[in-house]
């Protein structure tokens, strides 16, 4: 995936595999992607991050990037999702969707929480009421 071209039309799955806040820059703009945490950005851009974060973990542990040390970190970043976009503004959509969040809790994207979420709110905890 190293060598794609940068302005394709796919959402990518980009995955922060660092225990440290990574902030990428697009476009003039800051992402800040928390440790862990997945989002999902258009090709080129989660690209350029995973490259971005590959390389500062590399000079962070005093090492030199090379494409041969820079692919794990890569690899670790980068998820393809199956499907091409057919315009920008639907990618755009497309990417609102995939990010769209509900709880940080449980990960719902719906309007309700999942069953094992802390946040669920069971009948019985009110005495029957509704």
Same mark, same amino acid.
């Given at each position: 995936? &190293?060598?794609?071209?940068?302005?394709?039309?796919?959402?990518?799955?980009?995955? @922060?595999?660092? $225990?440290?806040?990574?902030?990428?820059?697009?476009?003039?703009?800051?992402?800040?992607?928390?440790?862990?945490?997945?989002?999902?950005?258009?090709?080129?851009?989660?690209?350029?991050?995973?490259? $971005?974060?590959?390389?500062?973990? &590399?000079?962070?542990?005093?090492?030199?990037?090379?494409?041969?040390?820079?692919?794990?970190?890569?690899?670790?970043?980068?998820?393809?999702?199956?499907?091409?976009?057919? @315009?920008?503004?639907?990618?755009?959509?497309?990417?609102?969707?995939?990010? /769209?969040?509900?709880? $940080?809790?449980?990960?719902?994207?719906?309007? /309700?929480?999942?069953?094992?979420?802390?946040? @669920?709110?069971?009948?019985?905890?009110?005495?029957? &009421?509704?």
């Amino acid at each position: 995936m &190293l060598e794609k071209e940068v302005f394709s039309k796919k959402a990518v799955a980009f995955t @922060n595999p660092t $225990d440290e806040v990574f902030v990428g820059v697009w476009d003039k703009e800051e992402y800040k992607i928390k440790p862990n945490q997945t989002i999902y950005l258009p090709e080129g851009m989660a690209v350029k991050f995973a490259k $971005d974060l590959a390389i500062k973990e &590399l000079n962070k542990n005093g090492q030199l990037p090379s494409k041969f040390r820079i692919k794990p970190i890569f690899e670790k970043c980068i998820t393809d999702e199956d499907e091409e976009i057919e @315009n920008e503004t639907k990618l755009e959509v497309e990417i609102e969707n995939k990010n /769209r969040k509900f709880c $940080d809790e449980c990960d719902s994207k719906g309007g /309700r929480h999942k069953k094992d979420c802390p946040k @669920n709110i069971k009948e019985e905890e009110f005495g029957g &009421l509704k």
